[in-house]
């Protein structure tokens, strides 16, 4: 029966702690981007639109 003891308070501790950090991770994927992923997706985005730009075919007006 000694092989069955558990230490309830730390059982309980570890429980919060485990939802306290699956929590935290949520906030963290919901809470956006850091500033540098922003900077780089902005400039990712500015060279994609001129690639865009570089490639289109210019039509003559009528």
Same mark, same amino acid.
């Given at each position: 029966m000694a092989d069955n003891v558990i230490n309830l308070n730390k059982a309980r501790k570890a429980?919060? !702690?485990?939802a306290k950090n699956a929590k935290a991770a949520e906030n963290r994927a919901g809470h956006g981007r850091t500033k540098g992923e922003k900077a780089k997706g902005i400039?990712?985005?500015? !060279?994609?639109?001129q690639v865009l730009d570089d490639a289109?075919?210019?039509?003559?007006?009528?």
């Open positions: 429980r919060d !702690k485990a400039s990712m985005a500015e !060279k994609l639109k289109k075919r210019d039509r003559d007006p009528k």
